[in-house]
């Protein structure tokens, strides 16, 4: 190797340095789409369009929580047994995803929440994600009509770490001892055996492998439906119970995803796909399939069965994109 | 008509010519060997993998899929290096088709949270010889580099080439690149850049190129006491060796800002260089307090008031502390430096154990504290390995005679030094090339010792290689997935006496290799060994 090779094999290094560098801050995704077109047959024909190779992926399914807004809770004046930067790295994550699955989104504070959740007329349209482990006093203080109003109106809740409502945030601070909003033994304690093994349908099709059920609801709950993985004692790492007209979606685990290591990154993805879909107690995975596409657009049929809904992904494993349509009805 | 048949002998000539170079050149052992290293490679990597690491890779992606840069969100740990290598080779992924990363096999769902660690998804062998081919690379150019350091230093071509034989057929650098799809090797190829560059004093290039590998993988930083007592030998102990350490360290600094120039812009710069701290025992909180343009405008006034005030001590006394210590008698240096040395080690060892007993014991119970000061052993060891790796400087910087051997003899004691706390077989890589050199080229009677500790670790890769066949069965049919996938993976997180199998597999040749290291490392500090070549 005289010198000018070694010189040239830095200069080949760098110049992969600069090129991963520019790949990984400004490719992103690839910009897919895709077009749906209902048949009288009782099938569906996709179309993905975009320029490169791609993976994608299509879950048709029933029982679509009809939200068409999501509010991501975040308020750093309210106290949290959570760390605030953990929230808002999944929070800002969370606004990234679900806005490259076609899903309108907002921050809200508890002050927010509270004007949200007194509108019940709209509860059915507005699904909200909190990760603080506490509902702010402004919905669930002492008269904790409010949030409960808002979920029988059918609201939609999806919600991340501790036993609901059994912390309660105000201003400056959090005060234990609330009022758990779900029985006793609804929610799996932190003590217990918190790993799960056993895939529901829906995790496969999700690719949600995160097995840490801490949190997680049980699956005697009536009117259960799993999202997720399950606990020899019957506890979900993703899972939904009717509330009233509405629904409650908890999601187990850590938030900063110490159990979950580098795989945190793939529940939160799953997680986006969930809240994309709009599922919540009462979804039913009608069927599901993979495939890929070279350059340019590719079209295929599938047999809608009785789904209402059809959601196609792309990705090359963990979903990248995603987008919702609704079938009409048969 | 002349000219058309003298131009068509010219070109037959030619003709022969370029057959007759080729010919020589496919004669030629060193690309013989390199056809044979990268044959062998190329022929494993569509067929054997480990799916534990790679399924991580899977992740880091992900991240990048989804507009997060690197670091986001949880899912990549590492300096940005390899997640920028990873970044190209998804590029060209994607040029070529390839579209499907991985599959979720349900049924080792169950199994992942054993004490073995196993994934649940099952990269595809397209994705994994993607990942494979710049380790690869980085193993072939590591040969190249190898070879071309023993002829600079030693000047002899034979013994280049067997060192770099050795390393090209190595069990477990090719077990590592080409089936671990670890990326230890493009740590070592910049490490061994370095060294080259260094010994043709390219020194800024020679800093760039360690500050890369550093921030590749971490072990390297453990050679910065080696190099630079190597450029101080070499230029001279004046002020001419001080500048070119300079030019050194301005280039490792150069590669360290522009590497991190986008994970600073991005509020990342803790998170990117986590991994790194981790291994120093700092968090990723201190890190975020400590990062900031102030305290770097503060360290920065501390180093120029400290110039300031040795200068000052120097025009105005007759304070030469240098001078002093290159002019003490040799016998009497080395004495005053091992008692240094140790006094150090005593002390940060008992100030470690004192710190991490303290720590515990206001809140927790007996084995709290017996859990604690394990942990901080680990610690302990490190500063070992630090105070150990500046002896072996001081060495090479007072060594009688200052040639090839001298360097070799200093390169490889240092590199097994880095590991005094029990490695990572994958770790290891760092050290294999220069062990191999040493014993091919200053003692061959550390051969067979040094060949026995390389062929060790890569045994101890035996659990993961057990399950290597799990890409081919998942995507290709064959063997089935019940064999290859959950049948291994379930041997391996089944237990013994409440141990996981794997574990104990991998443990067995583990611990003799580090046996045989510390053994190694006994001998070369057998007085005299460290320049046994000069």
Redesign the interface.
Known sequence: MKADKAVALLAVFCAVMVAGALLTDWAGHMGLNADVTENDDGTVQVTMNGTFPAGYGWMLYTGSAGFNHVCLYLDYEYGSPVGYSDQEDLMDSMKKYLDSRGVSCSYVDAGGLAEIMSDTGSASSTAVLMASGALPDTVYGEDMSVFKTWLEAGGTLYWMYGFIGETVSVRGGTAEGGTPLLGEGAQLDPDEETFASDISPWAEALRYRNTDATYGLSTDLPGFTDLGLVTESGHSSCGAVPYGSGSIVVVGGSLDGSELGQTAVGRNLALADVIAMGLASGSELVDSGTGSKGYGSTTFTISRGGAEALYLWSGDYNSEWGQRFTLRSV | MGDGVEMLRTEEGSTDAVISKILVFARNPVVILIALGLGIRLVIAPFLTFDLDT??W?????????????Y??????YT??W??????M??IG?????????T?I?DV??M??GEFPVA??ITSPA?NVLMKI?IILADI?CA??I??IVIELIGDGRKATVAMALWLLCPLAIVESTMHVMFDSISA??LL?AV??AV?R?YF?AG??LS?GVLTKFFPMFFVFVLAAYVLRREGMGSNGLRRLLHAVCGAVAALVL?EI?AAL?GQLSRSVFFIAERVGLSEEFLDSVLTVRSLVILLAVVVVAYAAYRLLRSRTSFRPLEAFVSMDPAVRERKVRRILLAIAALAAVAVLVYSVMSVSLAGGTMDVFTAVGMKLVTILSIISLLGEVYVAYRLLFCGTFDGTAVLSALAASSVLIFLWPPAASYTIIMVPFLLMYSVVVDRRFLPLSLLVIGLFALAELPSALTSLSSIAVYWGFPSVGTAVVGAIGFLTGTVAGFPVGGLIMAVPDVLAYVLMLYLLLRWFRPGQLEAGA
């Open positions: 399924h991580y899977v992740q880091a992606l992900a991240l990048v899929d989804n507009d997060e840069g690197l986001g969100s949880l899912g990549y740990f940005p290096v997640g920028y290598v990873m970044s190209v998804a590029g994607t040029l070529l088709g390839v579209t499907d990363y991985a979720l349900p769902i169950g992942v949270t649940p998804e994705f710049p150019a190249l580099l070879r071309q190829m910049m850049l080259l560059l043709r390219r290039l760039a190129s890369l590497l986008p991005s």
